[in-house]
Structure formats: structure tokens, C-alpha cells
């Protein structure tokens, strides 16, 4: 049997196609290196070299009203701590003595010069310092005479204290600082008077020692 070349040649040629087809696809499969991603850039994030530094919050200046708030409360009234500090000189007075009432209380250079008397008329004398809590000097007896010892006596029964006659004032002047506050007699009536500071106004004012009435209150001129 005789076999056409022609016959033979037309099937190898498409041996050799489709393997060289094969060959192709085989070249583009997973071996090709995969791409790499660029970098990302940092450029964004870094901050410009000349950018000014942030003030914290927690380091900033204090503002205007906060400044104002601190100085108010600084300059707080000096009502009461000066008040407090005579009370405390008063107190200190008739712990020195013994069933003694304190007849007057004076603002002295740097301390209180106080006054305490007794029920048989007697009159002792001391000097305490600039808190109020310390004597020091005294007490001392003050010589009186007969007409004095009866005024002592009359001032020991008084029915209001020195802690009483400084409540009234400052009933009646809110901001008042007393500098001096003393028994004394006026129309068959004891009083308490005080020299009392308001502000810039010096003030004289009397306390009635019977019932706390206030029976006078003038700026000294």
C-alpha cells in the first residue's frame, strides 16, 4: 500500500502547532516574578520643618478672668480674720483671769492690750501679741480708786460680753474691723463702744450692754 506524503505532512504540522501553542501558555503561567507595589510614601505624615510647636492645654498662660479670681480671692475680706484675732486676745484675757470679764480690748503697736475686771471691782491689765494667743506681759493689777472699783463692778455684770458687742457690730457694718472696743458709762446706761474700720470710713459706734441695741453708729470725721 503506498502512503501520500502529502497525507503525513498535514498532520505533523499540526503536532508542531499545538505544541508550540503549549510551549506559550507554559511560558506566561506562575513563574513570572509578580509585580512589586510601590512604596508607600511618608511624605504625608511628617510634619513641615518649620511648623511651630502646639501649646498643651495643660501649660497654657491662665487666662484674664482666672487671674481676677485669684486676686479676689486674696484680697478676701479682712473683716473677719481681724475680728477673730481681737476675739482671740479677748479669750486669752479671762483664761489669765480667774472669773474675770473682759472690760476692754485695744489694738496696741504689734499686739492688744487687754482688760479684765472681777466681780469685787478689781482690774488686771495684760499685754498679748499680734495673733492673739500669746501673753506678753502680765496681767497686772491697775491701782483703782473707790469710784473705779464701782464701775468695775458694774461693767463684770454687764449682760452682754465682748464676743456679743462684736456680733452686733458686724450685724450692723458688714465689713467692719474693730480696732477698739471698751465698757463705759453714758446717761446711767453701760455701753459698749468701739472704733470700728469700713473701708476707708473710721466709724464710733455704741452697743448697749443691757440688751444689744445699737444706739449709735457715725463716721468720725
Not at 44 to 58: K, L, R, V, Y
Not at 113 to 130: F, I, S
Request: overall charge negative.
Amino acid at each position: 500500500m503506498k502512503i501520500s506524503i502529502a497525507a503525513l505532512k498535514k498532520p505533523l504540522a499540526l503536532s508542531a502547532v499545538t505544541a508550540l501553542t503549549f510551549a506559550l501558555v507554559g511560558c506566561s503561567g506562575s513563574d513570572e516574578p509578580a509585580a512589586v507595589p510601590p512604596a508607600a510614601s511618608t511624605s504625608a505624615s511628617a510634619p513641615p520643618a518649620d511648623a511651630s510647636p502646639t501649646t498643651s492645654p495643660s501649660t497654657a498662660a491662665p487666662s484674664a478672668s482666672a487671674s481676677a479670681s485669684a486676686s479676689e480671692s486674696a484680697s478676701a475680706p479682712a473683716a473677719a480674720a481681724g475680728n477673730d484675732v481681737l476675739l482671740a486676745a479677748g479669750r486669752l484675757g479671762t483664761r489669765e483671769v480667774s472669773a474675770g470679764s473682759v472690760s476692754s480690748i485695744e489694738s496696741e503697736g504689734n499686739g492688744w492690750e487687754v482688760h479684765v475686771v472681777t466681780a469685787n471691782g478689781k482690774e488686771q491689765q495684760l499685754r498679748v501679741d499680734a495673733t492673739g494667743k500669746r501673753v506678753v506681759s502680765g496681767p497686772t493689777e491697775d491701782p483703782a480708786d473707790a469710784e473705779d472699783r464701782a464701775e468695775n463692778q458694774q461693767y463684770a455684770q454687764a449682760d452682754l460680753d465682748y464676743r456679743d458687742a462684736v456680733k452686733a457690730i458686724e450685724g450692723e457694718i458688714a465689713d467692719g474691723v474693730v480696732k477698739e472696743l471698751s465698757l463705759d458709762r453714758d446717761n446711767g446706761r453701760t455701753m459698749w463702744e468701739a472704733d470700728v474700720t469700713a473701708g476707708s470710713e473710721q466709724r464710733s459706734v455704741q452697743v448697749d450692754a443691757d440688751n444689744g441695741d445699737m444706739v449709735s453708729n457715725r463716721i468720725d470725721d
